[in-house]
Every structure is written in structure tokens, then in C-alpha cells.
């Protein structure tokens, strides 16, 4: 029985170190292009290590200005957005996790039925342009004021905690804003580091709502313009303003400056994730795993 054991082991082992790998080196090699020149490339696509590194991939993305203003709206995206998601995140769960709240069946079915079928994007466009709100941040910011799928999850995990608590606050006199914000968001670290990091990722990649409602080039958000100019970096050609002939464009290396865009992307998210992976994992678990 041991020697089965220890065989299963090993097996088990050797499945999630291949799995890894299939993971990591696609990683690696993304990081490897993105240092790589045009030559080195053509040469050896498949590589994990550049023999001579380069930063011109980065420079040629960093020097264009509108990078600029892509981190610059992302951030401001970031500061407004993520406080009113996470606290329209957090009362609605709450309230949908209180067991002698009236009608929470109903509202919680509506919530359910959002996640499988929505009025579409014309409808959320005519009600940006009714607001005024087209080509402003504040379309950005309303367009995905709350996710349902994680005020599922936050709601699952409100109810695990224990309904004594919350009878001992209302014998003691305390409210439900009091109960909420004194006793059950300092209990909640996990799933509020969980939906913190998870709004944080879903505002710093938005680009679809700010490509329907965003039209002025100094309010588009970094995704956008990463894209835009990963779009640019794919026409190789360029058109001779004296002779009108095709001039093939080898001073930029596309492909490299796509996977320097996937680095510049990933960064920011990656140096946060450090320090809510402790609350990220057991957050999801208990707020997946409670019915």
C-alpha cells in the first residue's frame, strides 16, 4: 500500500511539474521577445533566453505620448471606479446575505438572471448618451458599476460567518451600517483583498466600454492604446510620400513590441498580486464553495 502510494505520488508530481511547465514557458517566452530583435527572432522564434537583449522593443512603445495618457486615464479609472465597486459590491451582498431581509429570493433571482441574459450594448449606450455621460469617464465608471458574479461570491461569504454576531450588535443598539462596517467588513479581509484584486484587473484591462463610448484621444485608457498600437505595428508598410511605392518598414519589430505591450500590461497587476495572494485563495474558496 505504501509503495502504491508513494507511486501515485510521484505520478501526481510529475503531472503538475509538466503542467507547470505549459505554464511557465509560454510565459518565458513571451518575456524573451519582448527582448529579442527582429533578427534574433526570424532565426529562433521558439526562445527563452535572447543571446543579445534589447530594450528597443520597449523604447518604441514607451516614446509614443500616448502612453502617457493611457496610464494616465487608467489610473484615474482605478481612483474613481474600484472605491464604487467594491462598496456597491459589498452593501448589495450584504443585504442579499441577511436571512430576514424581505423579498431576498426574488432580488437575488433577478441577480442570477442578469449573469445569462442583458439588455445588450445599444441600450446601455442610448442611457450614456441620455445622461451625458458619452465620451467622459464617468461612462467608464458606471458601465461596470457592479459585477454580479461577485456579489455572488461576496455574498456566499457573508453567510458563513456567524448570525450570533450579528443578534449581540442589535441587542448592544447598533445598526445595520454600524454591524456592517464595525463587525463584518473587518472579518471579511479575505474576500475584500478576493474582489479588490479582481476589480483591479477587470478596470486596468477595460478597453470595450471606453472603444464604444470614449471618442477623444485624450481619454482612452492604457488597454486601448496599447491595442491601437499594437494594430499599428502590424502594417509593416508604409507608403513613399515622393514616389508613392511600398517602403517595407524594418525599423520596428511587431512582434516584439506586441509582447513588450503584454509586459507593460501584466506589470502593475503582477507587483499588486504579492500582497493579497495570503487573503486571495481562501476568499475565493469559502466564497465559492458556500451555497
Not at 520597449?58 to 471606479?81: H, K, M, N, P, Q
Not at 485624450?218 to 499599428?232: D, G, N, T
Not at 518598414?249 to 506589470?267: L, N, Y
Amino acid at each position: 500500500m505504501k509503495r502504491k502510494t508513494d507511486m501515485f505520488d510521484m505520478l501526481l508530481i510529475g503531472v503538475i511539474s509538466l503542467w507547470a511547465l505549459l505554464i511557465v514557458l509560454p510565459f518565458l517566452n513571451v518575456v524573451a521577445v519582448s527582448f529579442t530583435s527582429s533578427r534574433e527572432y526570424l532565426a529562433k522564434p521558439l526562445l527563452l533566453f535572447p543571446s543579445k537583449p534589447t530594450l528597443k522593443n520597449y523604447v518604441d512603445i514607451l516614446e509614443d505620448a500616448r502612453i502617457g495618457i493611457g496610464y494616465r486615464t487608467t489610473l484615474r479609472l482605478l481612483i474613481f471606479a474600484l472605491p464604487l465597486n467594491l462598496f456597491l459590491t459589498v452593501t448589495f451582498a450584504y443585504g442579499l446575505s441577511r436571512k430576514g431581509y424581505p423579498g431576498r429570493g426574488l432580488i437575488f433571482f433577478f441577480v442570477l438572471f442578469t449573469m445569462l441574459f442583458n439588455g445588450g450594448i445599444l441600450p446601455m449606450y442610448m442611457l450614456m448618451m441620455n445622461l451625458g455621460l458619452t465620451n467622459t469617464l464617468g461612462a467608464l465608471v458606471f458601465a461596470s458599476g457592479v459585477n454580479t458574479f461577485y456579489v455572488i461570491i461576496t455574498r456566499n461569504f457573508f453567510s458563513t460567518l456567524p448570525d450570533s454576531l450579528i443578534e449581540s450588535a442589535k441587542i448592544d443598539g447598533a445598526g445595520e451600517w454600524r454591524i456592517l462596517w464595525r463587525i463584518i467588513l473587518p472579518l471579511s479581509l479575505p474576500i475584500l483583498a478576493t474582489m479588490t484584486l479582481f476589480y483591479t484587473v477587470d478596470r486596468w484591462n477595460e478597453w470595450w466600454f471606453a472603444k464604444i463610448f470614449i471618442k477623444s484621444a485624450s481619454l482612452q485608457p492604457l488597454q486601448l492604446v496599447l491595442r491601437s498600437m499594437v494594430l499599428e505595428s502590424n502594417l509593416m508598410e508604409k507608403i513613399s510620400p515622393d514616389t508613392g511605392a511600398v517602403i517595407i518598414d524594418r525599423e520596428r519589430f511587431s512582434e516584439g513590441m506586441k509582447m513588450s505591450a503584454v509586459i507593460i500590461t501584466m506589470f502593475p497587476v503582477m507587483c499588486i498580486f504579492p500582497f493579497l495572494q495570503r487573503y486571495f485563495v481562501k476568499g475565493v474558496l469559502i466564497g465559492a464553495i458556500k451555497s
